[in-house]
């Protein structure tokens, strides 16, 4: 008898993720890919996902709908940065969708990602990538170790 998983218990799992528009952004475990082994409650998948897998049973696959809540959060205006093109250290000329740290003093840097390119400033987003996108899974509990 195939048993539900349980809270710290390891677990084999594939899925893929497309957004709201059905762009895929990832595929796990999945086109003879070795599918990866999480223990549930260690933080190593959304905690949406570690619930809907703790309901399921080996050999089950799902599909999960995650509204921005419940995946990585709303767009936060306040993560949008206005930054002197001369402050941040770039090697080579800027470009849209290109990835820079932003560092206060005494503050791990945060990765943001530029959305605008100004004369002298650059606009720098530092929401997660995925923020304000409803994530679609198609998710598979392979076996519970």
């Keep these: ?24 952004l990832e595929t796990v475990g999945c086109n003879g890919e070795e599918p990866p082994v999480v223990t549930l409650g260690n933080g190593e998948l959304l905690p949406a996902l570690e619930r809907e897998v703790a309901q399921m049973h080996p050999g089950e696959t799902r ?21 002197p093109l001369a402050m941040l250290q770039l090697e080579g000329e800027p470009e849209l969708g290109m ?10 840097p945060r990765p943001g990602t530029i959305v605008e390119i100004n ?11 995925l923020a304000g996108k409803t994530l679609h899974f198609r998710l598979t509990l392979i076996a519970a170790l």
């Design 1 to 24: 008898m195939n048993k539900q998983p349980q809270r710290k218990q390891r677990v084999k799992i594939a899925y893929t993720c497309h957004d709201q528009d059905g762009v895929l």
């Design 63 to 83: 599909e999960v709908t995650l509204k921005p809540s419940r995946a990585f959060g709303s767009v936060d205006e306040a993560l949008f940065f206005e930054v």
């Design 99 to 108: 990835t820079v740290e932003l560092a206060e003093e005494n503050e791990e």
């Design 119 to 129: 004369d002298e400033t650059l606009l720098v987003d530092c929401n997660h990538p």
